[in-house]
């Protein structure tokens, strides 16, 4: 396998996939309580959507963009929600890169359960920091995966880097 077609292995993933899902959405949150934004790991908030580390990531730095609104399909987003998510991404990008110094990103969305939506009613951009040589030996032999910061302390540098970039 070449290193243009290598997976991103995250078999951590498999604990939220088999979880038993609380029937509230954990992407609705309330637009003007911030009170929880820090157990909530939410980075930064626009008018209409919100910027989240991701709890289960598929890399170090793996955030998520999403409307207030509980929509489940780009189509729904209007106008507004679909120019605030792209400015969101662009500066989430910059600010990843402030922060973690990544060679590439994967930015996008997952539109359906059959397409690996785990939250396939309430719509997210995913951008994930990339490496070379990200893929390692460590998932594949051990079962174990590598996320080299705790989430807190990740949230930490990203919301302070949010605030200056």
Not at 34 to 43: A, F, P
Not at 102 to 111: E, K, R, S
Request: hydrophobic share 40%; glycine share 6%; aromatic share 8%.
């Amino acid at each position: 396998m070449n290193k243009e077609n290598r997976p991103l292995w995250a078999p951590w993933r498999i604990d939220f996939i088999r979880s038993k899902k609380d029937k509230q959405c954990f992407l609705c949150i309330d637009r003007d309580d911030e009170s929880s934004d820090v157990e909530k790991l939410i980075i930064a908030r626009g008018e209409k959507n919100f910027v989240i580390l991701n709890r289960y990531p598929y890399n170090s730095g793996h955030i998520m963009i999403s409307p207030y609104r509980h929509i489940g399909d780009i189509e729904e987003m209007d106008r507004e929600e679909r120019y605030e998510m792209m400015d969101l991404t662009v500066k989430s990008k910059k600010v990843l890169s402030k922060v973690l110094n990544p060679d590439g990103f994967n930015v996008g969305f997952n539109l359906g359960t059959a397409a690996g939506a785990g939250v396939a009613d309430h719509i997210h951009m995913h951008i994930v920091p990339r490496w070379n040589g990200d893929t390692n030996f460590m998932p594949v032999l051990a079962g174990i995966h590598v996320v080299p910061e705790a989430l807190n302390v990740t949230l930490k540098l990203l919301t302070q880097a949010w605030r200056t970039t």
